[in-house]
Structure formats: structure tokens, C-alpha cells
T-cell receptor, first 111, second 119 residues
Framework: GDSVTQMEGPVTLSEEAFLTINCTYTATGYPSLFWYVQYPGEGLQLLLKATKADDKGSNKGFEATYRKETTSFHLEKGSVQVSDSAVYFCALSDPPNKYIFGTGTRLKVLA | GAVVSQHPSWVICKSGTSVKIECRSLDFQATTMFWYRQFPKQSLMLMATSNEGSKATYEQGVEKDKFLINHASLTLSTLTVTSAHPEDSSFYIC???????????????FGPGTRLTVT
């Protein structure tokens, strides 16, 4: 069946460091791909999405590109801030409304 | 933006008792709500999909008599864990789909989760 694998955390970075959180997927169809973020005490919030191969999703300085050839959707940010500390979930949707999530990666950014 | 709340955020109950978790869409109507479960260091797993006014659809392997879901209104769904046991201890998250949306998958809004501990 479909699955999502993302790197285990926690990831600890200094402020202004470059961030990469790896995510790979397996799917039989043509899924949409998502990154969600969960801040402490809050629900998952959609961070960015991509619906087809080579699409790049971006939001708040975060980017991820849908790579069909490597079945990947890695999350990147050029310069992280303390306020980016959260848990990040990679997910796919196939069929629509049925999400499959990765295990989540906790990011801690130190001032 | 669309907000989903859950109550309680944290609950401890004794083995053999039942506990109810509420999921509310605060500023939109949700004909469909989803219940997920997350074990430590594991993925969110979809348990069931509930549609307002009809029976919930459970994922394979989820006991419907143990996890009772009621979606009696467009803004409220409840999950009742019946005769809870320590292995039911987990983090339960709900999400709600905006009734007025276009049907895109990202129009699901998530609650903050409820941590259940069964002693």
C-alpha cells in the first residue's frame, strides 16, 4: 500500500541555519503531496502542497519539490528561525481526502 | 481561518471505563470529520470517517464497537473509547472537512489532539 517515510528527529539547528527534512513516498497512483506543521498545543496546519510532478510548493520561506523520479518531497528552508520550532509531517493524499502521514520530524531551533 | 477544537486535550481514565472525546468545527460546517490515532514515534493512522447524520466508516482493523463515533451535527463529532484498556492509550486527532469547500484534500482542518492515558 501507499506509505510515507520521513527522517527521524529531533533535528536541532541554530538560528539562520539551512534546513532539510527528507520525505520519500510510495504510491500506486498519482498522489498529491503535503507538508503539515504542528506547533505545540495546536492542530496540524497545512504548510505547503504540490499536486503533480515537478510542482514546487512554497510558503513562509519553506519549499518542497514533487520529484516523481526519486519519489521524494523534501522540505527545505534557507534560514530557520526559533519560531519554526515545531513538528513537521509529510503526507500524501490518494485518493483525495484519504491522507497517509509520515511519522513526523521534530525541529528545534536554538537562538 | 478554519479552527477545529478538541476536548479534552488530555485525559486519564481507569481500565474498563469509557471516555468521550469531542471534536468541534468552530467557524465552519463540517459534513465530514475524520478521526486519527497516533502512537509515539509513529504516523497518524486514519481510524474512521464520519459523515453527519449517518454511520461512520471504519478503516480495516479498527473495532467499531470499541471506538464509537457519533456525528450528530454539522459542527460536532464525538469519539467514545469504550471499556478502555492500557493499549488504547494514544494521541487521538480529529479533522473536519469544510462543507462549503471545493473538495480538495487540503480543505481538511485538524484539531490539536487529545492525549488519552489508560491506567
Amino acid at each position: 500500500g501507499d506509505s510515507v517515510t520521513q527522517m527521524e528527529g529531533p533535528v536541532t539547528l541554530s538560528e539562520e541555519a539551512f534546513l532539510t527534512i527528507n520525505c520519500t513516498y510510495t504510491a500506486t497512483g498519482y498522489p498529491s503531496l503535503f507538508w503539515y506543521v504542528q506547533y505545540p498545543g495546536e492542530g496540524l496546519q497545512l504548510l505547503l502542497k504540490a499536486t503533480k510532478a515537478d510542482d514546487k510548493g512554497s510558503n513562509k520561506g519553506f519549499e518542497a519539490t514533487y520529484r516523481k523520479e526519486t519519489t521524494s518531497f523534501h522540505l527545505e528552508k534557507g534560514s530557520v528561525q526559533v519560531s519554526d520550532s515545531a513538528v513537521y509531517f509529510c503526507a500524501l493524499s490518494d485518493p483525495p481526502n484519504k491522507y497517509i502521514f509520515g511519522t513526523g520530524t521534530r525541529l528545534k531551533v536554538l537562538a | 481561518g478554519a479552527v477545529v477544537s478538541q476536548h479534552p486535550s488530555w485525559v486519564i481514565c481507569k481500565s474498563g471505563t469509557s471516555v468521550k472525546i469531542e471534536c468541534r468545527s468552530l467557524d465552519f460546517q463540517a459534513t465530514t470529520m475524520f478521526w486519527y490515532r497516533q502512537f509515539p514515534k509513529q504516523s497518524l493512522m486514519l481510524m474512521a470517517t464520519s459523515n453527519e447524520g449517518s454511520k461512520a466508516t471504519y478503516e480495516q482493523g479498527v473495532e467499531k464497537d470499541k471506538f464509537l463515533i457519533n456525528h450528530a451535527s454539522l459542527t460536532l463529532s464525538t469519539l467514545t473509547v469504550t471499556s478502555a484498556h492500557p493499549e488504547d492509550s494514544s494521541f487521538y486527532i480529529c479533522s473536519a472537512r469544510d462543507h462549503a469547500g471545493t473538495g480538495r484534500p487540503e480543505e481538511q482542518y485538524f484539531g490539536p489532539g487529545t492525549r488519552l492515558t489508560v491506567t
